[in-house]
């Protein structure tokens, strides 16, 4: 979940919070190429113990990235995975536990910002391909030589990275092989000073990845073994991470993720502004100008958490300060009558505030423009070098000038190329034209008027609001826009408030304790004014706990477009598109986009009707049978899987659970180098054994093994760590 702009503000406020990655890079002796030793003492001057993986955040840029060409296929995308836990690896070179957290199924409340996502996202896809074809039209009609249209069947869909599509099964079998050949053969891996333990959290176990990864570290920090000195590093770059590492309390808490480099260079040019013409020859191409390596910094949260504690100090207070006088939250429990007060006094301010927020923004528009006027007027009378640089007046290297021939004649060129060259402009403009099509009246010839371009920034950039939100009148303006409701009921404004309280309360439990239901979600797409929170202190904030998420294809149907239908079993996919199916009304084909006072597009509100789950399952029931033995093993609700190398301290016992034949769902208690929890046997285990190749591309990963057969080495047999909610329901099978 990510807060636009925030890491940006965050690095600016408080520098010294981030660090840059030392990383060490591989080299060439003599043609060939020497891997990183990863065994070796980190180079960062910090040791950390657990490095934990959303592979979220690997897996989008991995497989369609927007500063590289995107790999051919599905092969390529899986090295790509695999070439970029390896750098993370080499970097921070845990020494205790590598975690890969993939999404799972998402709890309600997170399921309809993922379906307004998709359907969005298949909504521009659509969007842009008629832009293509537009444009292309055009472009042909002009003359222009065009390259030719790439096939369909290239196009890849990123509605596929989730829970439950057949990409997402192979990419879980890809990740479960390379486990196995980095244990078997990578010395940062297996060294015998190295214990390391890793755990796959693939996408059949429920759960969003940080959410897990957090789960995992909440349980272990409550165990009374629990090192307090424990290193950890999380990678990724949502800006909610920073949030939940400071929740977790823990003193060494590292963010490991991309730098950030503001104003990125663009190849070319947009697909809006194209002409049709070719590269220059003295231009670079594209991926090898614009791309370029990817930089990492660590953001250290025990200096964040030391600025806080120096933001949040209040000395020379003219009254004696009670630090325990009462909180607002405690351990994610939240105390609604404390609140409640905040809130009165924040909807007193709230007429105000919006008013002095508009006033702002008016007069950052005023200095926009007066600014833009400044710089129009300088261009004007800034030399154009482009009139005299095929003449002997033009710029010239020291060391070659050339002397003027013929001084008057030079300057004469000149003139008569200032005078002409708006004539030239429009005549090259015509022979663009197509034949018979109007003239345009964009360009005013010379000697005209030109049109007014002071509103230019006044309502043409600026979408319409009808709420007016600095005028008197808006609350009712609002309810009667967003919800067409009058302005007399006043308990339907109360009623949203209080779905939104529990929002609140939802969120922040989810964040401190776990998910504190499955199914509860904000009804509503709109949320209410702060001066409506009136009467909440006596609001119930539990939650029911006998709920359960829902199964990787059934959230599927949830949140998939019917565009996206390819990547859902065919019995279900018809009832996406079929006119007679019961649930039709949950995916429409087009839907409105309220921009809500915003500019752009992506800003704006996805009006989408809600799921009825109720409905949802009755409909799918009939289907159930028809579902082929891949499409059931792809709609369990599955376990993490723990993997040990045979230097480590578990690998016997995990290996004697085997040998005395315990019960497959049976659950063992098991403590290993600190870690405690439950597990289950996997059925799936080869004593010793490897993992069968799942891609073409496996030479690429340094280590030959022939396709379709068994890597042998010393990989222990896997086995599935039990995750338990918060109530003792393990997420099994």
Same mark, same amino acid.
């Given at each position: 979940?990510?807060?636009?702009?925030?890491?940006?503000?965050?690095?600016?406020?408080?520098?010294?919070?981030?660090?840059?990655?030392?990383?060490?890079?591989?080299?060439?002796?003599?043609?060939?190429?020497?891997?990183?030793?990863?065994?070796?003492?980190?180079?960062?001057?910090?040791?950390?113990?657990?490095?934990?993986?959303?592979?979220?955040?690997?897996?989008?840029?991995?497989?369609?990235?927007?500063?590289?060409?995107?790999?051919?296929?599905?092969?390529?995308?899986?090295?790509?995975?695999?070439?970029?836990?390896?750098?993370?690896?080499?970097?921070?070179?845990?020494?205790?536990?590598?975690?890969?957290?993939?999404?799972?199924?998402?709890?309600?409340?997170?399921?309809?910002?993922?379906?307004?996502?998709?359907?969005?996202?298949?909504?521009?896809?659509?969007?842009?391909?008629?832009?293509?074809?537009?444009?292309?039209?055009?472009?042909?009609?002009?003359?222009?030589?065009?390259?030719?249209?790439?096939?369909?069947?290239?196009?890849?869909?990123?509605?596929?990275?989730?829970?439950?599509?057949?990409?997402?099964?192979?990419?879980?079998?890809?990740?479960?092989?390379?486990?196995?050949?980095?244990?078997?053969?990578?010395?940062?891996?297996?060294?015998?000073?190295?214990?390391?333990?890793?755990?796959?959290?693939?996408?059949?176990?429920?759960?969003?990845?940080?959410?897990?990864?957090?789960?995992?570290?909440?349980?272990?920090?409550?165990?009374?073994?629990?090192?307090?000195?424990?290193?950890?590093?999380?990678?990724?770059?949502?800006?909610?991470?920073?949030?939940?590492?400071?929740?977790?309390?823990?003193?060494?808490?590292?963010?490991?993720?991309?730098?950030?480099?503001?104003?990125?260079?663009?190849?070319?040019?947009?697909?809006?502004?194209?002409?049709?013409?070719?590269?220059?020859?003295?231009?670079?191409?594209?991926?090898?100008?614009?791309?370029?390596?990817?930089?990492? /910094?660590?953001?250290? &949260?025990?200096?964040?958490?030391?600025?806080?504690? $120096?933001?949040? =100090?209040?000395?020379? #207070?003219? *009254? !004696?300060?009670?630090?325990?006088?009462?909180?607002?939250?405690?351990?994610?429990?939240?105390?609604?009558?404390?609140?409640?007060? /905040?809130?009165?006094? &924040?909807?007193?301010?709230?007429?105000?505030?919006? $008013?002095?927020? =508009?006033?702002?923004? #008016?007069? *950052? !528009?005023?200095?926009?423009?007066?600014?833009?006027?400044?710089?129009?007027?300088?261009?004007?009378?800034?030399?154009?070098?482009?009139?005299?640089?095929?003449?002997?007046?033009?710029?010239?290297?020291?060391?070659?000038?050339?002397?003027?021939?013929?001084?008057?004649?030079?300057?004469?060129?000149?003139?008569?190329?200032?005078?002409?060259?708006?004539?030239?402009?429009?005549?090259?403009?015509?022979?663009?034209?197509?034949?018979?099509?109007?003239?345009?009246?964009?360009?005013?010839?010379?000697?005209?008027?030109?049109?007014?371009?002071?509103?230019?920034?006044?309502?043409?950039?600026?979408?319409?609001?009808?709420?007016?939100?600095?005028?008197?009148?808006?609350?009712?303006?609002?309810?009667?826009?967003?919800?067409?409701?009058?302005?007399?009921?006043?308990?339907?404004?109360?009623?949203?408030?209080?779905?939104?309280?529990?929002?609140?309360?939802?969120?922040?439990?989810?964040?401190?304790?776990?998910?504190?239901?499955?199914?509860?979600?904000?009804?509503?797409?709109?949320?209410?004014?702060?001066?409506?929170?009136?009467?909440?202190?006596?609001?119930?904030?539990?939650?029911?706990?006998?709920?359960?998420?829902?199964?990787?294809?059934?959230?599927?149907?949830?949140?998939?477009?019917?565009?996206?239908?390819?990547?859902?079993?065919?019995?279900?996919?018809?009832?996406?598109?079929?006119?007679?199916?019961?649930?039709?009304?949950?995916?429409?084909?087009?839907?409105?986009?309220?921009?809500?006072?915003?500019?752009?597009?992506?800003?704006?509100?996805?009006?989408?009707?809600?799921?009825?789950?109720?409905?949802?399952?009755?409909?799918?029931?009939?289907?159930?049978?028809?579902?082929?033995?891949?499409?059931?093993?792809?709609?369990?609700?599955?376990?993490?899987?723990?993997?040990?190398?045979?230097?480590?301290?578990?690998?016997?016992?995990?290996?004697?659970?085997?040998?005395?034949?315990?019960?497959?769902?049976?659950?063992?208690?098991?403590?290993?180098?600190?870690?405690?929890?439950?597990?289950?046997?996997?059925?799936?285990?080869?004593?010793?054994?490897?993992?069968?190749?799942?891609?073409?591309?496996?030479?690429?990963?340094?280590?030959?093994?022939?396709?379709?057969?068994?890597?042998?080495?010393?990989?222990?047999?896997?086995?599935?760590?039990?995750?338990?909610?918060?109530?003792?329901?393990?997420?099994?099978?």
């Amino acid at each position: 979940m990510g807060v636009p702009a925030f890491f940006r503000w965050l690095s600016r406020k408080y520098p010294s919070v981030i660090v840059n990655c030392v990383e060490q890079k591989p080299v060439d002796i003599n043609g060939t190429r020497v891997p990183i030793n990863s065994s070796e003492p980190n180079p960062n001057g910090v040791e950390f113990d657990n490095l934990y993986l959303d592979m979220n955040g690997i897996i989008h840029p991995c497989t369609h990235p927007e500063d590289r060409p995107a790999p051919k296929n599905e092969d390529e995308m899986m090295v790509a995975i695999f070439e970029c836990i390896d750098r993370m690896f080499s970097i921070v070179r845990p020494r205790k536990l590598l975690y890969m957290a993939i999404d799972g199924v998402a709890p309600r409340a997170k399921m309809n910002q993922q379906r307004s996502r998709r359907f969005r996202a298949s909504k521009e896809t659509w969007e842009k391909i008629q832009e293509v074809k537009r444009i292309r039209a055009e472009l042909l009609l002009k003359g222009a030589v065009l390259p030719p249209e790439k096939p369909k069947e290239e196009h890849f869909d990123s509605n596929c990275i989730t829970p439950g599509t057949p990409f997402m099964a192979r990419l879980s079998e890809c990740l479960h092989y390379y486990i196995h050949e980095r244990l078997n053969n990578d010395p940062g891996w297996k060294g015998i000073k190295i214990e390391n333990t890793v755990i796959l959290s693939d996408a059949n176990v429920p759960g969003e990845g940080e959410h897990k990864i957090m789960d995992y570290i909440r349980k272990q920090r409550s165990q009374p073994d629990h090192d307090p000195n424990t290193q950890h590093c999380l990678c990724g770059a949502d800006a909610d991470l920073i949030m939940l590492g400071l929740a977790t309390h823990e003193p060494n808490f590292t963010i490991i993720r991309e730098e950030f480099k503001p104003n990125k260079p663009r190849p070319c040019h947009e697909m809006k502004d194209c002409i049709g013409g070719s590269q220059s020859e003295h231009e670079t191409p594209a991926d090898h100008s614009i791309s370029s390596e990817t930089e990492y /910094i660590f953001v250290r &949260l025990n200096v964040l958490r030391e600025y806080l504690e $120096k933001e949040l =100090q209040m000395p020379n #207070l003219p *009254f !004696k300060y009670e630090f325990d006088r009462g909180y607002l939250t405690d351990s994610g429990e939240v105390n609604l009558e404390r609140v409640q007060m /905040i809130m009165l006094e &924040l909807g007193k301010a709230e007429d105000e505030i919006f $008013k002095t927020r =508009q006033h702002k923004e #008016l007069q *950052f !528009k005023a200095r926009e423009k007066a600014k833009k006027k400044r710089s129009d007027g300088f261009n004007e009378y800034r030399p154009n070098w482009n009139l005299v640089q095929n003449t002997q007046f033009a710029p010239q290297a020291v060391g070659q000038r050339k002397v003027v021939v013929n001084a008057r004649q030079e300057a004469f060129n000149i003139r008569t190329a200032g005078m002409h060259i708006e004539g030239k402009k429009t005549a090259l403009e015509m022979m663009f034209r197509p034949a018979g099509s109007a003239a345009s009246t964009d360009n005013p010839s010379h000697g005209q008027k030109r049109k007014h371009e002071e509103d230019d920034d006044s309502e043409d950039d600026q979408a319409h609001d009808e709420v007016r939100l600095w005028e008197d009148g808006f609350k009712d303006r609002y309810y009667e826009s967003k919800f067409d409701v009058g302005p007399n009921q006043m308990e339907f404004r109360h009623a949203v408030a209080l779905h939104y309280v529990r929002g609140l309360c939802w969120v922040l439990r989810y964040y401190y304790q776990g998910c504190a239901s499955w199914k509860w979600y904000f009804p509503y797409h709109y949320a209410p004014f702060a001066s409506d929170f009136c009467n909440i202190a006596g609001l119930s904030t539990e939650f029911e706990t006998d709920t359960k998420p829902f199964r990787p294809l059934e959230q599927l149907m949830g949140v998939f477009p019917a565009a996206s239908s390819k990547h859902v079993p065919e019995p279900w996919a018809n009832l996406m598109s079929d006119p007679e199916s019961p649930i039709i009304d949950f995916y429409p084909e087009d839907f409105k986009i309220d921009l809500n006072g915003k500019k752009f597009a992506w800003q704006g509100v996805a009006l989408l009707p809600f799921v009825d789950e109720n409905r949802l399952f009755k409909a799918l029931e009939p289907y159930y049978g028809k579902l082929s033995p891949a499409e059931k093993r792809r709609n369990i609700r599955g376990d993490d899987r723990l993997y040990v190398s045979d230097k480590n301290d578990g690998y016997d016992l995990l290996k004697n659970l085997y040998i005395q034949k315990v019960e497959m769902e049976a659950e063992c208690a098991v403590s290993i180098n600190g870690m405690r929890g439950t597990v289950l046997l996997s059925d799936v285990c080869v004593e010793n054994g490897g993992a069968n190749l799942g891609i073409a591309g496996h030479r690429m990963l340094g280590h030959h093994v022939p396709q379709n057969q068994s890597g042998y080495g010393n990989v222990p047999p896997p086995t599935n760590l039990d995750r338990r909610d918060n109530y003792g329901n393990r997420s099994g099978k």
